[in-house]
């Protein structure tokens, strides 16, 4: 069973940047894939960006796309998403998710493992 704890959240002018941690109880190579969603209030969970279990494959949504940059260290257990030019509609909470398939798309349902999530407040 996978532990998962997300960190680096907090209050942000528009423009600035963030950079989110999800660290695993258990080493992340046996876990495959790793995810970052959000969900802001009375919205859905979006799916924001994956990452293969070596690094080499990404997915990362239109929204946030050339904004937003997700990776990992293994030899950390640890997870990263890098988010510059930060704006209002990115306020949400952040949570990281993993899957041990491989699946790297946005069905939250895929994923087997949860983080309890980090705000994120961007303020214009």
């Known amino acids: 069973q996978a532990q998962l704890v997300e960190s680096g959240g907090g209050l942000v002018q528009e423009g600035g940047s963030l950079r989110l941690s999800c660290a695993a109880s258990v080493r992340t190579a046996r876990l495959n894939a790793m995810a970052w969603f959000r969900q802001a209030p009375g919205k ?3 799916f924001v960006a ?3 279990w070596n690094g080499g494959t990404t997915n990362v949504a239109d929204s946030v796309k050339g904004r937003f940059t997700i990776s990992r ?3 950390k257990n640890t997870g990263y998403l890098q988010m510059n030019r930060l704006k209002p509609e990115d306020t949400a909470v952040y949570y990281c998710a993993v899957d041990g398939v491989g699946y790297l798309g946005p069905r939250d349902y895929e994923y087997d493992y949860w983080g309890q999530g980090t705000q994120v407040t ?3």
């Open 122 to 124: 961007v303020s214009s």
């Open 73 to 75: 260290d293994n030899a």
């Open 50 to 52: 994956a990452i293969s």
């Open 44 to 46: 859905e969970r979006e």
